[in-house]
């Protein structure tokens, strides 16, 4: 895609001259594009949890109310689905900040880090009875920016709580080879249906059958979050033995 400027020089010797510049739109018409689906897309997933708060309290001051059994349910409706108001809003501005923060890289520990990540949802996997294993040896440092790490740690450990079967593993592994290093998720989870682990990543994406009340942006936010620090990140999956998540990234990249 060409966006194209015209440059006219004034009349000499009764001569006209047109200078045509030519340059490549390309990226720039793709990223506005990338930016309107966004908006449409977010405006859309906030304006269905709305349109049924609405409706259920519309439905309540018509009369439900009265019925304590009615009234009961709809306000467990309504919260819920406030609840989902809030999580949507917070991926929405976590989404548009990754990348705008704080970019400085910063030497971090790697086991002691997951294991303060895997402390905050402690309840969420001994509810699950998850059996967890953080295999990256003690000792491991790599320079990170912070922000991002948090933002892939916790998306992909969530992950692997949500869509893991009761009493399932899951695993944090790490490697290193020359100047790359690597992160590895893996859950004994549902898995993803083949042909779909490349869509996950895209933004509101989630798999059909997805039960629980996610947003659909995690792992948009860990691509995002990824890119930030010029790594790479793919799925492997089956809905046999689970998923697992490999993070790779280069050292002394800025
Ligand atoms: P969500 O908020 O729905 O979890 P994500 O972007 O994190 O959004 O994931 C997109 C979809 O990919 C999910 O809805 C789910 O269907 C699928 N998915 C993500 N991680 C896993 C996993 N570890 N195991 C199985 N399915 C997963």
Known sequence: IYETTVV??????HKFEIIVLLYDATETVRSKQIERDFVNNA?????????????FADTLLNGAKDDPETLDNFLRIIKAESDKLVQLTDDILTMSRVKSGERERKEINLHKYVDQQLKLVESNISSMNLHVEN?????????VIENDLFQIVKNL?????SYNRKGGKIKIDYGS???????????TGIGIPLGQTDRVFERF?????????????GLAIVKE?????????????????GTTVIVKFKRDIN
């Open 225 to 241: 979050a990824v890119d930030d620090m010029n790594g790479s990140v793919r799925i492997e999956s089956d809905e046999d033995s």
């Open 43 to 55: 405006s859309h997933e906030l304006r269905t949890p709305i349109t049924s708060i609405a409706g």
């Open 177 to 187: 080879h020359h100047d790359r290093w690597k992160l590895v998720v893996s859950d």
């Open 157 to 161: 450990i969530t992950n692997a709580i």
């Open 135 to 143: 295999n990256i040896p003690a000792d491991v440092n790599e320079e």
């Open 205 to 217: 994406y989630r798999v059909n059958n997805a039960t629980k009340g996610g947003t659909g942006l």
């Open 8 to 13: 006219y020089s004034p009349k000499v010797h």
